[in-house]
């Protein structure tokens, strides 16, 4: 065999095997891509149907202790109903708040930083009503369900807590979002997760329609 067709046999041989290594390579990216996709769509997966059980239990669990919640006086003043009062201007009773966030802590459900950004919200709300003085009509801020983001009744929509349709967004290992629908709220919901240790909690609930 000459040189020349030696060299053009070379070349043929060179060119499949960079032909081949290409599509191997395509083909083993196919997969890492798939295998991506299903991990972030598969609420079937047991991580993500964790991930859903947090969100689907805090509910279930707000739903049935919302009597217990709703005790504290974290908002005090306005009118007391009683002949010839005068009305109180709304304030923030913190002592009250603090017993509110204890009980909200005992669901084993919200990060500290959940509950430290709960706090928050009565801060700002004790400083915007002495900045504004009111006392008569629901006190601002706090005149719908915090965790709902409703002013009309929610708990209709316990039943639904299990029929609903949740999509699970992995952001990275230890960050997720959950979003569903609830219909007689008739708001969808993101819940942001955070993997602590070995579990998934709560750590900020967002409304994307509604109040």
Not at 95 to 111: G, P, Q
Not at 188 to 193: E, G, T, V
């Amino acid at each position: 065999m000459n040189r020349k067709i030696s060299y053009i046999l070379f070349s043929i041989l060179f060119l499949q095997s960079c032909q081949n290594k290409d599509k191997s390579k395509l083909e083993n990216n196919a997969i890492v891509k798939t295998e991506s996709v299903n991990k972030v769509s598969d609420t079937n997966s047991v991580e993500n149907k964790a991930q859903i059980d947090v969100v689907k239990n805090f509910m279930k669990w707000y739903i049935k202790n919302i009597d217990t919640l709703y005790k504290f006086n974290t908002i005090e003043g306005g009118m007391r109903g009683e002949e010839n009062e005068e009305a109180e201007n709304y304030f923030v009773n913190f002592n009250e708040v603090e017993k509110y966030i204890t009980e909200l802590k005992k669901s084993d459900f919200l990060t500290d930083n959940f509950l430290k950004n709960e706090r928050q919200i009565f801060v700002q709300g004790d400083e915007y009503f002495k900045k504004n003085p009111e006392n008569d009509g629901p006190p601002y801020g706090f005149d719908y369900d915090r965790f709902f983001y409703t002013q009309e009744t929610f708990e209709e929509d316990l039943p639904n807590i299990d029929k609903a349709k949740y999509n699970v967004i992995q952001k990275d290992e230890f960050n997720s979002e959950v979003r569903f629908y609830l219909p007689r709220c008739g708001i969808n919901y993101k819940y942001s997760l955070k993997k602590i240790n070995t579990k998934w909690f709560i750590e900020k609930i967002e409304s994307e329609g509604g109040l």
